[in-house]
């Protein structure tokens, strides 16, 4: 259990649906982040959320829209993907205060077809 | 945030300490050292993190060099269970932003 819930873990998806990605923390922190890890490369930061208002936006196609409705959650709604879009996405949150460590979800491994 | 080189893969003697090296020359003096492991098909997990002084939890110690351009983790009696990709990533005070690069991919051996 990491304190960082994300569902699901697995998702295959057509080029044509819309499906979304649900984060939620049990740690009571006021930032959360979603990030991209694409097979043999680093972990891409992709959205910032503090305090419920999108601080970082690191050039990522509109195809993918973030969503967070409070603290505790955080949704990725996807629609028109291509393969390459196929990751793992993984979720974190933290103290919204300096040097706050970030702690990460198990992600959800996503396949686009 | 200043780079950090580490090796791209170790291995290590289980029941052993293990020391990860990182390297980060051009840290600046309000970044702090993180580091975090990923085992595989898991999300990240925080490990320890320190500024100039030595840190030690439960999980593992931090020795940071004087001029604070290297450190070192030490996991002090390695298990299978540490085999991970290990990451070492230099943070600015107040930043939200963490970044990772590749990391060291550390294998525990029996």
């Known amino acids: 259990e990491t304190g960082v819930t994300q569902t699901p873990r697995h998702l295959v998806m057509g080029m044509t649906n819309k499906k979304s990605l649900k984060c939620e923390q049990h740690?009571?922190?006021?930032?959360m982040y979603w990030y991209k890890q694409s097979a043999k490369k680093p972990l891409e930061l992709m959205f910032v959320?503090?305090?419920?208002?999108?601080?970082e936006n690191n050039s990522v196609p509109s195809r993918f829209s973030p969503e967070c409705p409070n603290s505790s959650h955080l949704f990725l709604h996807l629609h028109t993907l291509q393969p390459e879009d196929s990751a793992l996405y993984l979720c974190?949150?933290?103290?919204?205060?300096?040097?706050?460590?970030?702690?990460f979800g198990n992600g959800t491994r996503l396949t686009v077809t | 945030d200043a780079k950090t080189t580490q090796p791209p893969s170790m291995d290590c003697a289980e029941g052993r300490a293990a020391n990860l090296p990182c390297n980060h020359s051009?840290?600046?003096?309000?970044?702090?050292v993180y580091w975090y492991r990923q085992i595989h098909s898991q999300g990240p997990q925080y490990i320890i993190h320190?500024?100039?002084n030595n840190e030690t939890n439960e999980m593992a110690s931090l020795i940071i060099t004087e001029d604070r351009k290297s450190s070192t983790l030490i996991l002090p009696h390695a298990t299978l269970r540490d085999t991970a990709v290990y990451y070492c990533?230099?943070?600015?005070?107040?930043?939200?932003?963490?970044?990772f690069g590749k990391g060291n991919q550390v294998v525990v051996i029996p």
């Open positions: 974190a949150s933290s103290q919204n205060s300096h040097n706050s460590p970030l702690h």
């Open positions: 051009t840290i600046s003096g309000n970044e702090y």
């Open positions: 990533i230099v943070r600015f005070y107040g930043n939200n932003r963490l970044a």
């Open positions: 959320y503090s305090l419920e208002e999108r601080v």
């Open positions: 740690l009571g922190h006021n930032a």
């Open positions: 320190g500024l100039k």
